[in-house]
């Protein structure tokens, strides 16, 4: 573990990152943060590399990873022409958590890091030190977020320490990422654009520079068809089970009763709004509804507490899908596997 505090000026204070930068090139994988979450980094183009990230997150390996880099230089190098309007969205957001789907380049990138796709998922982070340390390295790097496959992404090294130490050659603390939820993934490889995973980047702030986006038909359903039971997609999961509550303070505080009638111990999660509403073993603020940025940020790290409270079950508020209230929603319902208990 190491620890980068004074992120002014990386090149010549660190030999840290020197260091992490030349574990990538020698396809080993070493932890590092972005501006979103916490990235286990490899050489993209390493299949021994590639394998390793697989291996330490106990991944699945039809799940393809998304490429970063710092230059748009390296972007050449691995996909096929940028049409028009995705490169209007990266000359807007990048570096930012956006990352495109585009057609990839042939035999620039091992096949595993794009599980035999022919495209590709590519983003230039906005973090000094994932920037770096790219750089420095010389390879596009291959990072999926830096936790056991199925828990809730790392915002904070500690994070990273619990889930993967002694999987992986080190870990470079930059504090807590900015963020707190995953890059918006848009699919560019059809005339209209198309959200496959909501985050950092909304919605509304693509459509503000390239007009109409679609978004994936799954992501629709799911937030509709929130009360379906069998869906059990568990992923950003903590170890109790989560429910979402849609009412009011006093409707939830009814469900909390019935769970602690039941023997349970209850976990629940508010914003600082609703910290005075309720009465339960462990009740945590996960920022504040004024700014759900503010809950985008807090969001993993509140889910990894109640790990540690050891509580039985996790009663959640529920969140507007304004803005990254989307990503929230979409984090929450798979933390939740879609268990949503609306008031009648
Ligand atoms: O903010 C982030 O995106 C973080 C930081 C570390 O950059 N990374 C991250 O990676 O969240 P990961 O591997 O946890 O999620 C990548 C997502 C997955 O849902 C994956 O299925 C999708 O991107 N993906 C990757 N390549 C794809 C492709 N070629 N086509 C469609 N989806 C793809
Ligand atoms: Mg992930």
Redesign the pocket.
Known sequence: LWTVDDLSNLSTSYPQITQAADFIRNNEVVAFP?E??Y?LGANACSDDAVRKIFEAKGRPSD????V?IASIEQLEEIVEDVSGYAYQLIKAFWPG?L?L?LRKKANQLSTFV?AG?D???V?M?NHPVALEIIAKSGVPVA???ANRSGKP?PTQANHVYHDLDGKISGIIDGGPTGVGV??T?L?CTSDIPTI??P?GITKQQLESIIGKVNVDQALIEEGHTPKSPGMKYTHYAPNAPVVIIDGSHKYMQNIINQYEEQGKNVGVLTTEEGLNHFQAQKVIACGTRKDLNTVAANLYDVLRQFDKEEVDVIISESFPLDGVGEAIMNRLLKAAGNNVIVEE
């Open positions: 972005t979103t979450v990235g799940n393809p990873l998304i970063h958590p990352t789907v794009t796709l495209t590709v998922a983003r982070p990072a999926p977020s992404s995953e890059s993934v699919d496959l995973r985050g």
